[in-house]
């Protein structure tokens, strides 16, 4: 098995930019969901406002995050949120652990998706593992895993929402994807990790799981 993607979400529910090369920290990779979408009252998220998801989030030169390839705070991204996402909606920076749905880091297998055969991009992982069973995933909650120079804590499976069933490029919705993901994979696909080793992680690195 090896890294056959990276990915990161430099803004929360918009779509990411992939990565040759990135160092995994205790807070997964740098710059991830560092921006996110919100209104008066809460944070905004694709589940509920998809139209996010047509919306590119990167990092510049200076590691501050882009949309569409505009500073994030500039006029025209809130003036194109506000007629796309709705009136009230802005965005804000947070660096906090509690930008992450449930742990810093999300690993899929390339096996376990293309069970499905599906984009694996609705499900958003930051490294995608190539070369992987159907089901060697469903083994690994509680085991340490070493990708390239950082080892990983497996914690659980993910709990699969309705953002999966929103098309990357389209957001046309299809709520069989989900009913599928239910049906053939217990609503479970994909792994919620903790980085336990720091360390350089790039694609073609070698994956392997660790026994205690």
């Given at each position: 098995?090896?890294?056959g993607?990276?990915w990161?979400y ?10 040759g090369?990135?160092?995994l ?5 740098s710059g ?6 919100r209104?008066?009252?809460?944070v905004l ?5 998809p139209a996010?998801l ?15 390839g ?20 802005r965005?804000a920076r947070?660096?906090?652990p509690e930008r ?16 499905l055969?599906v984009?694996r991009?609705r499900f958003?992982p930051n490294?995608?593992?190539s ?6 995933e469903?083994?690994w ?5 070493r ?21 990357p490029?389209?957001q046309?919705?299809?709520?069989s ?7 053939e ?6 792994l ?8 350089r ?5 070698r994956?392997?799981?660790l026994?205690?």
């Amino acid at each position: 098995m090896v890294v056959g993607e990276i990915w990161r979400y430099p803004v929360k529910s918009m779509a990411g930019e992939q990565l040759g090369a990135t160092m995994l920290t205790a807070n997964g990779i740098s710059g991830d969901r560092v921006v996110h979408a919100r209104d008066a009252r809460d944070v905004l998220t694709a589940r509920s406002h998809p139209a996010l998801l047509g919306f590119h989030g990167s990092l510049g030169p200076d590691d501050e995050p882009l949309v569409d390839g505009e500073p994030w705070s500039s006029e025209s991204i809130a003036r194109r949120l506000r007629q796309a996402v709705g009136p009230d909606v802005r965005l804000a920076r947070f660096d906090g652990p509690e930008r992450f749905d449930v742990l810093p880091l999300l690993v899929a297998t390339d096996g376990a998706i293309a069970r499905l055969g599906v984009d694996r991009r609705r499900f958003r992982p930051n490294i995608l593992v190539s070369g992987a069973s159907g089901d060697a995933e469903r083994s690994w909650p509680g085991k340490r895993v070493r990708i390239g120079g950082a080892v990983i804590g497996v914690a659980s499976l993910r709990q699969r929402c309705v953002m999966t069933t929103y098309d990357p490029d389209t957001q046309v919705q299809d709520v069989s994807i989900l009913r599928r993901i239910v049906r053939e994979a217990g609503g479970r696909l994909a792994l919620d990790c903790r980085v336990i080793e720091p360390g350089r992680v790039a694609v073609g690195d070698r994956v392997a799981v660790l026994e205690d």
